[in-house]
């Protein structure tokens, strides 16, 4: 696969790798453990370029391709997949949305600083009662002279209590559903804006989720993006980016449980030989990597036609859709290649099956990735 790539995208893929080795490896474990969030270590990745990888040089992005980005990004989950989300949501969702569909000034006030990784970036869609079903937004934005005034419950966001602001959308008007929906840039510390709850996690725990709540909080009209109404088409065409981003996300982990499996295999013996020997774990081994290889080259063709600007949401629903089921599917089978070490601490595979499970849930559950390659195939039909 190397020699599809140019010198650049190479160049970034060592880096991340070095730095993911280097950098995250050593305490992966321990925030996992505690529940850590890997401040430093995403100051440092902001400092190497990867936390807005794909904003050009004049907002302070490293205007790389979406090939890099997914490069990157799976090096980086696969060494630890809270990383991996932390920066992909600041990656294809935050800074992806301001640089698409935001103004010059949002982009002079907030881009600079969520590219260059200086400040942090959340994406605040799913409410209690709209996740998959997300045009059922129940906040509010009701305009007031120069500001809107929210009001509701956002959850499950990403970064919600790390980040610097978060990107929310509200029913500017609840009456016209789906296309009465807007997007505001709601920066920490405005009134009325709070993490209402910090959710304990079966996997990617370092990152974190929690409930936000806005009550009464004055936003500037100026920090609305896109017009009035555009919040749902808005949230649509950003997570077609964020898809590839959580699709990469999830081929790292795959690929991090066909690591493990192949060094334990030729290390643990079994009967007198390495249980590498034994065809029931070379099967194994074959089947992990067959599938790891079509995960990569989904995610490449929804990274590539996203650079090639055509059309690409149902190339990136088909790489998440796909590329989450072998992250799972590699992690099991990397525990039952391990046995009973597996299902402990010591060795990771037992961290990447619960860093996994959460890739076929958000940014569109399979079921939602699957509806969206359905309907897309029946327009086409
Ligand atoms: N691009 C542009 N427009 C789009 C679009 C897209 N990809 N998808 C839908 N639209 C438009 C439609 O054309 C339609 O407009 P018209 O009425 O003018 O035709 C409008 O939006 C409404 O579309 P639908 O009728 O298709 O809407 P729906 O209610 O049936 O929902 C859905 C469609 C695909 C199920 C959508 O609700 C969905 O994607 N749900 C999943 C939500 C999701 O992914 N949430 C993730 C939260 S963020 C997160 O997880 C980040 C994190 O923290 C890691």
């Given at each position: 696969?190397?020699?599809?790539?140019?010198?650049?995208?190479?160049?970034?893929?060592?880096?991340?790798?070095?730095?993911?080795?280097?950098?995250?490896?050593?305490?992966?474990?321990?925030?996992?453990?505690?529940?850590?969030?890997?401040?430093?270590?995403?100051?440092?990745?902001?400092?190497?370029?990867?936390?807005?990888?794909?904003?050009?040089?004049?907002?302070?992005?490293?205007?790389?391709?979406?090939?890099?980005?997914?490069?990157?990004?799976?090096?980086?989950?696969?060494?630890?997949?809270?990383?991996?989300?932390?920066?992909?949501?600041?990656?294809?969702?935050?800074?992806?949305?301001?640089?698409?569909?935001?103004?010059?000034?949002?982009?002079?006030?907030?881009?600079?600083?969520?590219?260059?990784?200086?400040?942090?970036?959340?994406?605040?869609?799913?409410?209690?009662?709209?996740?998959?079903?997300?045009s059922?937004?129940?906040?509010?934005?009701?305009?007031?002279?120069?500001?809107?005034?929210?009001?509701?419950?956002?959850?499950?966001?990403?970064?919600?209590?790390?980040?610097?602001?978060?990107?929310?959308?509200?029913?500017?008007?609840?009456?016209?559903?789906s296309?009465?929906?807007?997007?505001?840039?709601?920066?920490?510390?405005?009134?009325?804006?709070?993490?209402?709850?910090?959710?304990?996690?079966?996997?990617?725990?370092?990152?974190?989720?929690?409930?936000?709540?806005?009550?009464?909080?004055?936003?500037?009209?100026?920090?609305?993006?896109?017009?009035?109404?555009?919040?749902f088409r808005?949230?649509m065409k950003?997570l077609e980016?964020?898809r590839?981003?959580?699709?990469?996300?999830?081929?790292?982990?795959?690929?991090?449980?066909?690591?493990?499996?192949?060094?334990?295999?030729?290390?643990?013996?079994?009967?007198?030989?390495?249980?590498?020997?034994?065809?029931?774990?070379?099967?194994?081994?074959?089947?992990?990597?067959?599938?790891?290889?079509?995960?990569?080259?989904?995610?490449?063709?929804a990274?590539?036609l996203?650079?090639?600007?055509v059309p690409y949401g149902t190339a990136a629903a088909m790489?998440?859709l796909?590329?989450?089921?072998?992250?799972?599917?590699?992690?099991?089978?990397?525990?039952?290649?391990?046995?009973?070490?597996?299902?402990?601490?010591?060795?990771?595979?037992?961290?990447?099956?619960?860093?996994?499970?959460?890739?076929?849930?958000?940014?569109g559950?399979?079921e939602i990735q699957r509806i969206v390659i359905a309907r897309s195939l029946l327009k086409d039909a």
């Open positions: 696969m190397t020699s599809d790539f140019t010198e650049t995208q190479l160049m970034i893929r060592d880096t991340a790798r070095k730095f993911a080795q280097e950098r995250l490896a050593p305490g992966a474990v321990e925030r996992d453990e505690h529940e850590r969030f890997p401040t430093e270590e995403i100051r440092e990745l902001g400092a190497l370029g990867f936390m807005g990888m794909m904003v050009p040089e004049k907002w302070e992005g490293s205007g790389l391709d979406t090939v890099s980005y997914v490069l990157a990004e799976e090096e980086v989950s696969r060494v630890d997949a809270s990383c991996g989300v932390i920066m992909s949501v600041n990656n294809s969702l935050v800074c992806y949305g301001i640089n698409a569909y935001g103004t010059e000034e949002q982009k002079t006030t907030f881009l600079k600083e969520l590219a260059s990784g200086r400040k942090l970036g959340a994406f605040a869609l799913s409410e209690p009662e709209a996740g998959s079903d997300a059922n937004q129940r906040t509010t934005a009701r305009r007031d002279g120069n500001r809107y005034v929210l009001n509701g419950t956002k959850n499950w966001t990403t970064n919600g209590s790390t980040a610097d602001l978060v990107l929310v959308m509200a029913a500017t008007d609840p009456a016209r559903g296309k009465g929906i807007s997007t505001f840039i709601v920066e920490k510390g405005t009134p009325g804006f709070e993490v209402a709850k910090k959710e304990k996690k079966l996997g990617i725990r370092s990152s974190d989720t929690v409930s936000l709540s806005f009550t009464d909080c004055p936003v500037p009209a100026a920090n609305r993006i896109g017009e009035e109404g555009d919040g808005f949230a950003t980016g964020g590839i981003g959580i699709a990469a996300q999830a081929l790292g982990i795959a690929q991090a449980s066909l690591d493990a499996s192949l060094a334990y295999a030729k290390e643990r013996k079994a009967f007198g030989h390495p249980i590498a020997e034994l065809q029931a774990i070379q099967f194994k081994l074959a089947e992990m990597a067959t599938q790891v290889e079509a995960a990569r080259a989904l995610v490449l063709k990274a590539r996203k650079d090639q600007s790489a998440k796909f590329a989450s089921r072998v992250a799972v599917q590699s992690a099991l089978e990397a525990i039952q290649i391990h046995g009973g070490y597996g299902y402990v601490q010591e060795y990771l595979v037992e961290r990447y099956l619960r860093d996994a499970k959460v890739t076929e849930i958000y940014e559950t399979s």
